[in-house]
């Protein structure tokens, strides 16, 4: 006999459909909420209606902001010579830990034939747009070094070569902390061709 | 710096308010929600906040339920003269799927001297007017076989006693698939305490 009530239900059903929660999972947070406060349970349901309704699309970057102009680009102290290339709003948020002081380009996702995602789907136009109008000194792209990352780079490469401007990619090598024994060939064949003189 | 959008920060911080989310976790999700269908956030939210609206507890058994008598209770079929004693509904929900077909009482909780929770705090006072008016046959005490289950078990076992109803306790012993070599002292010495005539 199903002896869950109906809104317990639900909300179990609709967390089972977030990536790595399953069903198990969902009833334990569900019924954590349960157990909570009022208060709680508000500020997380408002929370989800709320998400999306200031988000938009920066003028200049396209990365998410509730902003006309996202606050990197708002940002005289960075660098809108340079501009580094990512493919999601959370690239944006672990470069900005490594101190990078340029500007960014946010694609909104890869290209990925597999998944029915083509280069039309991306704020390319945006970014050739952008390099035409502001003729940066460098274009980082820093997609992620797989497959699909290093598609979309080379064919953004390609897209951009004609306006003259500096590309780069991101280097691919060891991880910091990583072990070369057991490195794959490919990243260490990536870090010899990258090696670099003292 | 900063550069996540405030309504996107703020889902980020209820989502890593819940048990086993931290905040790579509630960051992944939220940009999961974002990618998705506004139908999909609207049905989250709405699960969200719709959580409690119509959650009561059982007049019967103390269990959650939407309606005035939950569905086991109100369930002819069941037997009412013997009740399994559980502390959460989830263990109702584990208990369902053994074709248990007696009835339920969920305490709410369990005694817990450490995290502040006595037995006022839980459905006890319930269990006992419900004995004293129903007489069942048996209760069956089936919280969980750690301290705190034993200390609440043997809690409602004293109090229940005078009542002259027929107490047990479910089973401890290995697990079914178990392995004797790597069980715990505790679990064989119950599992030699119970055993059983062919």
Redesign the interface.
């Known amino acids: 006999?199903?002896?869950?009530?109906?809104?317990?239900q639900?909300?179990i059903?609709?967390?089972a459909?977030?990536?790595?929660?399953g069903p198990k999972?969902a009833?334990?947070?569900?019924?954590?909420?349960?157990r909570g406060s009022?208060e709680?349970?508000?500020?997380?349901?408002?929370?989800?209606?709320?998400?999306?309704?200031?988000?938009k699309y920066c003028a200049l970057c396209c990365?998410?902001?509730?902003e006309e102009i996202?606050?990197?680009c708002q940002?005289k102290s960075r660098d809108p010579e340079i501009i580094c290339v990512v493919s999601?709003?959370?690239d944006?948020?672990a470069f900005?830990k490594t101190g990078y002081k340029g500007s960014y380009h946010v694609l909104g996702g890869i290209i990925s034939p597999v998944e029915g995602i083509g280069p039309d789907d991306l704020f390319i136009k945006e970014l050739l747009l952008r390099i035409k109008n502001a003729k940066p000194k460098e274009v980082i792209l820093a997609m992620n070094p797989d497959l699909e990352g290093e598609t979309t780079a080379l064919y953004i490469q390609k897209l951009i070569q004609p306006q003259l401007v500096k590309i780069t990619r991101i280097a691919r090598g060891l991880p910091v902390g990583g072990d070369l024994e057991y490195a794959d060939e490919v990243t260490l064949t990536r870090s010899l061709e990258g090696r670099r003189e003292y």
């Open positions: 006999m199903n002896v869950i009530p109906k809104s317990v639900d909300l059903d609709e967390l459909k977030l990536p790595g929660v999972t009833q334990r947070l569900t019924f954590y909420l349960l009022d709680n349970i508000r500020g997380l349901g408002e929370a989800v209606l709320n998400l999306k309704k200031a988000i990365n998410l902001t509730d996202c606050r990197v940002d999601e709003p959370l944006v948020v900005e």
